[in-house]
Structures are given as C-alpha cells and as structure tokens.
T-cell receptor, first 111, second 112 residues
Framework: EPEVTQTPSHQVTQMGQEVILRCVPI?????FYWYRQILGQKVEFLVS????????KSEIFDDQFSVERPDGSNFTLKIRSTKLEDSAMYFC?????????FGSGTRLTVV | DAKTTQPPSMDCAEGRAANLPCNHS???????VYWYRQIHSQGPQYIIH???NNETNEMASLIITEDRKSSTLILPHATLRDTAVYYC?????????????FGPGTRLSVLP
C-alpha cells in the first residue's frame, strides 16, 4: 500500500533555529496538508496546499511557517525561528477524493 | 471546531465487537463521515468513510442513520492491536480539497 514518508522521524533543535520538515507524498495525490499534535492534545490543522499554492491555513500557521513543493515531489514545512511551543508531532498528509493518507510524523523537540 | 461528538473512552473485550458511536447532527448534505484511528503517536490511519449508505471493508463497518445525524463504527472482532484513539470526522469537498477537523476522539481500550 502506498505510503507517505516523513523525514526526519525525530528532530531536536535549539530555540530560534530554523527547521525544515520533509514529506514525500503519494505520487498521484493532488492535495497536501500539514497537521501538528502537541503531546496529549488534539491533532490540529496547519495548512493545505493545492496546485502549488496554499489553499487554506489556520491561525497557528503564522509568518514563522512556510510550505513549498520545490521539485514537484517533496513537500516541506519550514519553521523560521522555532519556539519552545513548537515542540510537537508534525504530520504530513495527502489526499484524493477518498480521504487522506497520513505520514508517520516528525517529532520536533525545541530546547 | 469539530462537528462531531464522541464518548471520550470505551472498553471492549478482546474478540467481541466494538461499537463506537458518533453524533454529527449538523452534517450537511454533501459532507462525508470519515473514521480514522491513531495508535500511540503514530499518524492517523484511515479506516472507512461513507456518505449515506452503510459501508464495509476489511477493517470495519460503518452504519449511518437514515437522517445522517449519527453513525457507528463497528470493529467486528476487536483485538489488542485495535487499542487506539478513534476519530469521527465530518468533511465535505471544496475547490481545494478537504479540511479535516479532529476532535478529541474516543479512546478505545481492548481488554484481554
């Protein structure tokens, strides 16, 4: 069964540093998403991406966040200057008419 | 906010059927009901979805009431590996795809 691959599985970074989380979606999927889950809390929507542009974003997705699909395959989430409260699991998902497939996530720890 | 309400937790004996309810009284005519589950901190896993007819696949069955205001996910023979948080999500399709809003879900514990 096709999978969504996320790298790295775990990243530790110092506060104020930039991080890039990477995702390789399923090849024929058109819709791409990032979600996050702070430990013990709900899965929260960050941003959706379609036709090479952001289609919707949440209040969480402020100017410190950006997404791109630089080479038509990888889908990345960049956090420009990380804060302690950015520590969370970050999930990439891609979708078709039949629903989403999620990756296994990147655990980001900001120290 | 999520458009669904689910019980926060349920227990089920191994080998028995697990019936997980979900209320979605404000569902719109073009919105689907999706079920996902999350085991520990893994990515949510798709289980099943439906619009108005009952659906069955190799993992589960989905029963949607005639008025579509509630649904039940049935795991016919629960195993210990089915212990997870189960999310019921209502979502339609817009021009840019979907936007799944997750609630807290139901934490299902399958007991030996």
């Amino acid at each position: 069964e096709p999978e969504v691959t996320q790298t790295p599985s775990h990243q530790v970074t110092q506060m104020g540093q930039e991080v890039i989380l990477r995702c390789v979606p399923i090849s024929n999927h058109l819709y791409f998403y990032w979600y996050r889950q702070i430990l013990g809390q709900k899965v929260e929507f960050l941003v959706s991406f379609y036709n090479n542009e952001i289609s919707e974003k949440s209040e969480i997705f402020d100017d410190q966040f950006s997404v791109e699909r630089p080479d038509g395959s990888n889908f990345t989430l960049k956090i420009r200057s990380t804060k302690l409260e950015d520590s969370a699991m970050y999930f990439c998902a891609c979708g078709t008419l039949h629903g989403y497939t999620f990756g296994s996530g990147t655990r980001l720890t900001v120290v | 906010d999520a458009k669904t309400t689910q019980p926060p937790s349920m227990d089920c004996a191994e080998g028995r059927a697990a019936n997980l309810p979900c209320n979605h009284s404000t569902i719109s005519g073009n919105e689907y009901v999706y079920w996902y589950r999350q085991i520990h901190s893994q990515g949510p896993q798709y289980i099943i979805h439906g619009l108005k007819n009952n659906e069955t696949n190799e993992m589960a069955s989905l029963i949607i009431t005639e008025d579509r205001k509630s649904s039940t996910l049935i795991l016919p023979h629960a195993t210990l590996r089915d212990t997870a948080v189960y999310y019921c999500i209502v979502s339609g399709w817009g021009p840019y795809g979907q936007n799944f809003v997750f609630g807290p879900g139901t934490r299902l514990s399958v007991l030996p």
